[in-house]
């Protein structure tokens, strides 16, 4: 006897033949004679809407209340399985986060995940009832309830299998595997049977929304064994393999990249005409970090008079505005000329654990690039990833072109 914890994605619970199929895959899983607890996300399409709900009442609304409107997807969805899954005969109960308790920290809209009780689950779970999860919720630290930022179910799940110690953490979505690349984007991704934490982690927070990145960051801590699978393939009987998140010893045969993520959340500011002097970056960046606005890839430009210089760098789209309004009020003592900003980027990033021990890794994706003529405004890397913004528009043309150069086209 095992102890599972599946998660099933928006698409998955998307409608209610396809809760019932869920509760199917649930009962091979209790037949097979295994312990089950289940974390499931919203509907699809409906957290978006409740987000939109609270947008059109007032953009600047108050974070707690917007996680109590976001929250609630998720709670439908867990009580709709559990009564599925008890017309099956199985015995089932929903939770919710604060009942369970998932605690979580204060910052409403993307809290983090501080400790799980699991007292009261492991007497139900030791009964053989299934327990199902209201995925992307807590309860924060005053009581309230809060949200793991997007994706967030994805970390429940995970940090609900590190919890109750859990022999595996399958995650069900709407494409079969972790692929080389995203597979609506690019015909020829192939999918990975395994790939490393790192690498996980690398193509997460570089975009790729198969895995939510602090699902991965919980995953390597705490040693989850994390398996990204079809909830639609081999609807009977059992799925398909799907792609294991394992230790680097676990690969034999390392790929000098394994995979490209891509990220359209980024927008790009240039402050033109910045002193060339020391303390500057500090003068820029010391504001934007204080007004909780993320700083993600810097480029300074070479200065051509020694005196002055223009300063470019990279922030998530929904920050653009607040970042923009945040130097202009420091204009006083920066002393730039100009500010530009340019929201229709992307930025593109190949990854693999053997860049390491390979040389000419960039070399072969600047080359891909300029091949098609397209314009690299900023460069940045990491032992294992290199990242480059383009503009928006040939977001795809690059995604194939660097596939194809890399070697990762399926057959
Ligand atoms: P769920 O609702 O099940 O959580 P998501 O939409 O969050 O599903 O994540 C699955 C989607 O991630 C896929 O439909 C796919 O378009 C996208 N995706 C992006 N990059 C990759 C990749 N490298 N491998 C697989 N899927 C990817
Ligand atoms: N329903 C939430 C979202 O759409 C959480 C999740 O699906 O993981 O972001
Ligand atoms: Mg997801």
Same mark, same amino acid.
């Given at each position: 006897?095992?102890?599972?914890?599946?998660?099933?994605?928006?698409?998955?619970?998307?409608?209610?033949?396809?809760?019932?199929?869920?509760?199917?895959?649930?009962?091979?899983?209790?037949?097979?004679?295994?312990?089950?607890?289940?974390?499931?996300?919203?509907?699809?399409?409906?957290?978006?809407?409740?987000?939109?709900?609270?947008?059109?009442?007032?953009?600047?609304?108050?974070?707690?209340?917007?996680?109590?409107?976001?929250?609630?997807?998720?709670?439908?969805?867990?009580?709709?399985?559990?009564?599925?899954?008890?017309?099956?005969?199985?015995?089932?109960?929903?939770?919710?986060?604060?009942?369970?308790?998932?605690?979580?920290?204060?910052?409403?809209?993307?809290?983090?995940?501080?400790?799980?009780?699991?007292?009261?689950?492991?007497?139900?779970?030791?009964?053989?009832?299934?327990?199902?999860?209201?995925?992307?919720?807590?309860?924060?630290?005053?009581?309230?309830?809060?949200?793991?930022?997007?994706?967030?179910?994805?970390?429940?799940?995970?940090?609900?299998?590190?919890?109750?110690?859990?022999?595996?953490?399958?995650?069900?979505?709407?494409?079969?595997?972790?692929?080389?690349?995203?597979?609506?984007?690019?015909?020829?991704?192939?999918?990975?049977?395994?790939?490393?934490?790192?690498?996980?982690?690398?193509?997460?927070?570089?975009?790729?929304?198969?895995?939510?990145?602090?699902?991965?960051?919980?995953?390597?801590?705490?040693?989850?064994?994390?398996?990204?699978?079809?909830?639609?393939?081999?609807?009977?009987?059992?799925?398909?393999?799907?792609?294991?998140?394992?230790?680097?010893?676990?690969?034999?045969?390392?790929?000098?990249?394994?995979?490209?993520?891509?990220?359209?959340?980024?927008?790009?500011?240039?402050? !033109? %005409?910045?002193?060339?002097?020391? /303390? +500057? =970056?500090?003068?820029? &960046?010391?504001? *934007?970090? #204080?007004?909780?606005? @993320?700083?993600?890839?810097?480029?300074?430009?070479?200065?051509?008079?020694?005196?002055?210089?223009?300063?470019?760098?990279?922030?998530?789209?929904?920050?653009?505005?607040?970042?923009?309004?945040?130097?202009?009020?420091?204009?006083?003592?920066?002393?730039?000329?100009?500010?530009?900003?340019?929201?229709?980027?992307?930025?593109?990033?190949?990854?693999? !654990? %053997?860049?390491?021990?390979?040389? /000419? +890794? =960039?070399?072969?994706? &600047?080359?891909? *690039?300029? #091949?098609?003529?397209? @314009?690299?405004?900023?460069?940045?890397?990491?032992?294992?990833?290199?990242?480059?913004?383009?503009?928006?528009?040939?977001?795809?043309?690059?995604?194939?072109?660097?596939?194809?150069?890399?070697?990762?086209?399926?057959?």
């Amino acid at each position: 006897m095992a102890r599972i914890v599946l998660k099933f994605g928006g698409t998955s619970v998307g409608d209610i033949d396809r809760i019932k199929n869920v509760a199917r895959k649930v009962e091979q899983e209790v037949k097979a004679g295994h312990q089950v607890a289940v974390v499931v996300s919203a509907m699809s399409g409906v957290t978006n809407q409740l987000v939109k709900y609270c947008n059109d009442i007032d953009k600047l609304h108050d974070a707690r209340e917007y996680d109590a409107v976001v929250a609630s997807g998720e709670q439908v969805t867990s009580g709709l399985l559990a009564i599925a899954l008890q017309s099956l005969g199985i015995p089932a109960r929903s939770w919710a986060g604060w009942q369970v308790p998932i605690r979580t920290d204060d910052t409403h809209g993307k809290a983090r995940i501080v400790s799980i009780d699991t007292t009261e689950m492991e007497k139900s779970l030791q009964t053989g009832e299934v327990a199902v999860v209201a995925g992307f919720q807590g309860v924060s630290e005053q009581g309230r309830i809060a949200t793991l930022g997007r994706g967030g179910s994805d970390t429940s799940a995970v940090a609900l299998a590190a919890a109750v110690k859990a022999d595996r953490c399958d995650i069900y979505t709407d494409v079969d595997g972790v692929y080389t690349t995203d597979p609506r984007i690019v015909a020829k991704a192939r999918k990975l049977d395994k790939i490393t934490y790192e690498e996980m982690l690398e193509m997460a927070s570089q975009g790729a929304k198969v895995l939510q990145t602090r699902s991965v960051e919980m995953a390597m801590n705490h040693r989850v064994r994390v398996q990204v699978l079809s909830s639609f393939e081999a609807a009977a009987g059992s799925s398909l393999p799907g792609t294991l998140v394992v230790d680097e010893d676990e690969i034999v045969e390392k790929e000098v990249v394994s995979g490209i993520a891509y990220s359209r959340d980024e927008a790009k500011i240039t402050l !033109v %005409g910045v002193a060339d002097q020391p /303390g +500057v =970056a500090a003068a820029i &960046f010391g504001p *934007l970090t #204080d007004n909780a606005v @993320n700083v993600d890839m810097i480029v300074q430009n070479v200065s051509e008079d020694g005196k002055s210089t223009d300063m470019t760098f990279t922030v998530g789209k929904a920050d653009i505005a607040r970042a923009v309004k945040v130097l202009e009020d420091a204009q006083s003592t920066l002393n730039y000329k100009r500010i530009v900003s340019d929201a229709n980027v992307v930025k593109v990033s190949v990854i693999g !654990v %053997g860049m390491r021990s390979h040389a /000419g +890794v =960039a070399q072969r994706m &600047f080359k891909a *690039l300029a #091949d098609k003529g397209i @314009n690299i405004q900023v460069i940045s890397t990491s032992e294992i990833k290199i990242s480059v913004l383009i503009a928006e528009e040939y977001a795809e043309l690059a995604l194939r072109a660097l596939h194809t150069a890399y070697g990762l086209d399926a057959a």
